[in-house]
């Protein structure tokens, strides 16, 4: 049961898409939340206050630092353009409002609509107190009672839509690198797969393909001839995919600038001029995504790689991230002048370091802008959390209008939910760290809770160096996620991997999830199509299990499968928990891997560099492909070897169908694949 509270005149985020939901009275929401009204941040605000119990644990929030429990630290919503994921950071690039208290007396979600910040105190302030602050009073409330936190996530989604589907191509693997400089160097990372028999199905073009970093243009002297290489690399099974950012260069004559300027598209300044930002091309305007002519505009846009074969895309830079504003570089550049002729003591060396280190994505750069939203003007800040989510329904709907039959492969930084409809998204700037690799683990539950199942990492981390074993344990996780791309930033070691020495074991590792592809494909579908989650936290499939609920390092990937992850640099192996008892099934490649059958409890298990740990549920089965391939379109989708654990007769419903239309409905896709007791 969903119920809906509304305070004030909430703007319409346009992340609800289930109608006829008539408001309900404000005292219901007494038993899960006291409201009160508060001054926030030198405004009037909102605290909804809720107690929590011992046992109760909080999921959801999607995109975020810590635990897939969130207890224990204050998240904001408030999508930011910020690399240094560390265990105290407060917000990353998406917001996604939606959390389930989940056990003691009551179990709940509760989705806050609200496009401005939010601060979720999640027993920070007070161990045993949830505390939801919005410094605004107008805001859109939806409490949902269900009797699992499953069937709370199944409520919400139809609350807000189903999740974006991607191209079965894109489930293969994807390597980028920030940036891939020309035609050659794609060439070479092609042909480097292929030479050493890694599977590949994508290669990712970075800012570097534009021409001086502007939308919608290429590079001609890097990229002479991008269609050619389009369909070059097409041949070969590989789909190039195109960054797009959100900033449109300011320069004269180049026509995207010029057209939004001469149509008002662009984001003005409270005395209508447009706005002014430094990003990658330096100056920029912000296309006003939220204003729907715009948003048009933008998205017609695509047409222009559309037509060169492209077939995907990544959303960047889309909080929208801003390196400076032009008033406040000024106010910089005056304010560094005072501290010239000073003897920079304590304070003083402090504050002028922090003028210059505080430049990009300055808060208050986001009060100097305004969008044009549903007829009506409104400062950036108050609808900051929409700008990435509306950056891709212009895609989206594009991609609808000019390919309605065809799936484009689309994905964003920045999010809030609903854009879940319209693409899937990345993690963002992470580092090559281990502790970035657990985060990645806990992450992906939290992300399809709310919708995002389309996702993934940079896998092997994309700022600071590498390892090989670090490349080779994110990979085995990396396997399970839907996005699967090994992605590094510029200046950092190199890491496409037939750079390492271990060629035989990276190629083992990826032509394993091509093995996998049936069940991962079939997976996502059957999860996407029925707004289910394509992975859970142990404790939703063994809700009366205690043990299960602390678990924060294992998942359960389709109905099938448990993983357990290492994560952790020279370990080679790990502690697991099984809920139940589980067969073990331990690979080096998809044909060279034994089985065994574990009892319910804890187990240590040996996890060597090279191998790929998964446990199969008792009575389930995991179909994989009998052959693998270089691309997903080898991949034999048809001739399956049937993995089980059964001691009954077992069934299951696979999904499969041609990967680029939107057919899902078709009961053909659909095959039910049984096995017999195994004696
Ligand atoms: C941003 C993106 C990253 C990309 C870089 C250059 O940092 O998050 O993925 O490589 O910009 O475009």
Request: hydrophobic content about 35%; glycine content about 8%; charged content about 30%.
């Amino acid at each position: 049961m969903t119920d809906k509270f509304i305070f004030g005149r909430p703007l319409d985020t346009e992340a609800v898409i289930l109608g006829g939901l008539e408001p309900a009275d404000a005292a219901l929401l007494e038993k899960f939340f006291h409201m009160s009204e508060k001054e926030i941040e030198g405004g009037e605000g909102l605290l909804f206050t809720c107690k929590m119990e011992r046992e109760d644990i909080v999921y959801g929030l999607g995109e975020n630092v810590r635990g897939i429990n969130k207890r224990g630290w204050i998240y904001e919503s408030k999508c930011s353009d910020d690399p240094f994921h560390r265990e105290d950071t407060r917000s990353l690039y998406g917001a996604h409002n939606f959390l389930i208290v989940a056990g003691g007396r009551k179990s709940f979600g509760v989705f806050v609509d609200h496009p401005g910040k939010i601060v979720f105190d999640v027993g920070y302030t007070k161990l045993e107190e949830l505390v939801i602050s919005i410094p605004d009073k107008n805001v859109c409330l939806y409490i949902i009672e269900a009797g699992s936190p499953e069937e709370i996530v199944k409520e919400f989604r139809e609350l807000v839509g189903s999740s974006y589907i991607p191209p079965k191509w894109a489930f293969g693997y994807g390597q980028s690198r920030w940036s891939y400089m020309t035609e050659d160097e794609v060439r070479e990372v092609a042909a480097r797969h292929r030479e050493n028999g890694i599977p590949l199905d994508s290669i990712y073009l970075d800012i570097d393909y534009m021409e001086r970093y502007k939308d919608f243009t290429v590079n001609e002297e890097r990229f002479p001839d991008l269609q050619g290489l389009v369909e070059e690399m097409k041949a070969q099974g590989i789909h190039l995919v195109p960054i797009i950012d959100a900033g449109v260069k300011i320069e004269e004559g180049y026509e995207v600038y010029e057209e939004g300027v001469e149509k008002g598209y662009f984001c003005r300044t409270q005395d209508g001029r447009n706005f002014v930002a430094g990003v990658w091309p330096g100056r920029v305007h912000f296309p006003d995504m939220l204003k729907e002519d715009a948003r048009r505009w933008f998205g017609g846009k695509y047409k222009f790689l559309l037509d060169k074969g492209i077939d995907g895309f990544w959303n960047d830079m889309n909080e929208p991230a801003i390196f400076y504003s032009e008033e406040r570089l000024q106010e910089v550049f005056e304010e560094i002048e005072e501290y010239k002729n000073k003897n920079l003591d304590i304070q003083s060396f402090f504050a002028f370091k922090d003028i210059v280190a505080g430049l990009n994505n300055n808060e208050n750069d986001y009060t100097r802008f305004y969008h044009e939203y549903h007829g009506e003007k409104i400062r950036h800040d108050r609808v900051h959390n929409l700008y990435g989510f509306n950056m891709t329904k212009a895609a989206g709907e594009a991609f609808e209008e000019l390919c309605p039959d065809k799936r484009i492969l689309m994905y964003s930084r920045s999010s809030y939910i609903g854009m879940h409809r319209y693409g899937g998204i990345w993690m963002g700037d992470n580092l090559s760290w281990w502790s970035h690799l657990l985060l990645n683990i806990r992450m992906l539950p939290s992300l399809n809770m709310c919708g995002f199942l389309y996702t993934g990492a940079d896998i092997g981390g994309f700022g600071a160096d590498t390892t090989e074993d670090l490349m080779l344990r994110w990979l085995e996780f990396g396997i399970f996620t839907p996005l699967m791309r090994n992605h590094s930033a510029m200046g950092t070691r190199r890491q496409e991997i037939y750079r390492f020495e271990n060629t035989e074991a990276f190629r083992n590792i990826i032509g394993l999830r091509y093995g996998f592809l049936p069940y991962i494909y079939s997976e996502f579908m059957k999860a996407s199509l029925s707004d289910g989650m394509y992975c859970k936290p142990l404790s939703f499939v063994y809700p009366q299990d205690e043990q299960a609920k602390r678990v924060e390092d294992q998942l359960m990937i389709g109905e099938s499968v448990m993983i357990a992850p290492v994560y952790e640099q020279n370990a080679d192996g790990r502690y697991v928990y099984l809920p139940e008892s589980m067969k073990m099934v331990r690979f080096r490649s998809l044909r060279d891997r034994e089985e065994i059958v574990l009892e319910k409890g804890h187990h240590y298990i040996d996890v060597a560099l090279e191998e790929v740990v998964l446990f199969i549920r008792r009575n389930h089965i995991l179909p994989v492909a009998e052959e693998g391939g270089q691309c997903v379109e080898e991949v034999d989708f048809k001739n399956l070897t049937l993995l089980s654990f059964a001691d009954e007769e077992t069934q299951y419903i696979y999904y499969d169908d041609d990967g680029y239309g939107k057919d899902y409905k078709n009961t053909g896709n659909y095959t039910v694949l049984k096995v017999s007791p195994e004696k």
